[in-house]
């Protein structure tokens, strides 16, 4: 049984997720953007330009491997495994998803639990990740993610991050425990033959997984996520785990939001009744007085009977 609204989404979302071959928009605004930034004929610092070949030809094949289940709540999680000697700079594979501003973010749902994700969260939502480029930005500076919860591809968005806590048997400065990183890609397709099908920006612009040392056969590609930490996180310790004080934080907040909720809705059903019993009020008024008003005009046409007679 889960034990909050993130390991409910993850569980939920694991096996039950639209298989994505590119990217999607989720706005113009986004298409826009993607479009000016594919566009650009020089590279920059924090956009990798990559021909399509070379992609195809250093591609790894990841596996996805169930781990053990989560001590308290038993919920089973995967992991993304090397099948094949890596070495660092490698290309591992991307994230695909839909593409959205973070705002857009915080107006989606949890959709297990149909609670609201906290606008500004410290930790991202399950299969959720932040494409690094500064130039991924739109016109007010506001970040892209892609959300691969309902729509992804089969590989990436299974992989486990580590937000910078200990957990794991580690010792506080014992070194990383990280081993890939995030990139922004843009695909190049101009080496490739005349009769290669021209891509489109949603194909063209890709989340790229790299590695930062040597990983091994069989061993776990863990991102280094310490700059927005998303769930599940390697490391897990209860005391300095940021994803662990993050959910704690959030469940907090779904807490606070659904007595807000219930508040509201006691306040509106107060409302309602006491307009129904204000309205039944004024209406026995207005009996009254039409009762009234008939026994007067009753007893003033005795009157004029009289004096006729």
Same mark, same amino acid.
């Given at each position: ?19 994505? $071959?590119? $990217?999607?928009?989720?706005?113009? @605004? ?17 956009? !990798?330009?990559?021909?399509? +070949? ?6 790894? !094949? ?11 709540? $038993? ?23 839909? &593409? ?6 915080? $107006?989606? +749902?949890?959709?297990? =639990? ?29 970040? =892209? ?25 580690? @010792? ?22 005349? !009769?290669?099908?021209? &891509? ?6 890709? &989340? ?29 310790? @209860?005391?300095?785990?940021? =994803? ?10 779904? +807490?606070?939001?659904?007595?807000? @909720? =219930? ?29 009234? +008003? ?16």
């Amino acid at each position: 049984m889960p034990s909050d609204a993130f390991e409910a989404e993850y569980e939920s979302c694991t096996s039950v997720f639209a298989i994505a $071959n590119s $990217n999607r928009f989720s706005c113009p @605004e986004i298409e826009s953007l993607i479009h000016r930034i594919s566009s650009t004929p020089s590279p920059t610092d924090d956009i !990798l330009r990559i021909s399509q +070949k070379i992609l195809d030809t250093t591609t790894t !094949l990841p596996i996805i491997d169930p781990l053990p289940p989560h001590p308290i709540s $038993n919920v089973r999680r995967l992991g993304l495994f090397t099948s094949s000697q890596i070495v660092p700079g490698q290309y591992i594979c991307d994230i695909r998803g839909d &593409l959205l501003p973070v705002r857009e973010l915080w $107006n989606r +749902k949890l959709k297990a =639990v149909d609670v609201p994700i906290q606008q500004d969260s410290s930790i991202a939502p399950p299969f959720v990740f932040s494409h690094p480029s500064k130039r991924v930005r739109l016109d007010d500076g506001e970040g =892209v993610v892609v959300d691969a919860r309902e729509y992804g591809a089969r590989d990436g968005r299974f992989l486990r991050g580590w937000c910078g806590g200990v957990g794991l048997g580690l @010792e506080e400065g014992s070194g990383d425990r990280c081993n890939a990183i995030l990139k922004t890609i843009i695909v190049d397709d101009s080496e490739e033959s005349e !009769l290669q099908t021209e &891509l489109f920006p949603n194909e063209r612009f890709l &989340l790229g997984v790299f590695a930062t040392e040597v990983i091994q056969p069989g061993e776990e590609i863990i991102l280094d996520r310490r700059e927005w930490p998303g769930y599940p996180c390697v490391c897990e310790d @209860e005391e300095g785990c940021r =994803v662990v004080k993050g959910i704690a934080e959030h469940e907090k907040w779904r +807490k606070e939001v659904e007595e807000e @909720e =219930v508040r509201r809705a006691a306040e509106e059903r107060a409302r309602i009744e006491a307009q129904a019993v204000a309205g039944a009020a004024s209406a026995k008024l207005e009996r009254r007085k039409e009762k009234e +008003k008939k026994q007067v005009e009753k007893e003033r046409d005795e009157e004029v009977d009289k004096d006729d007679a």
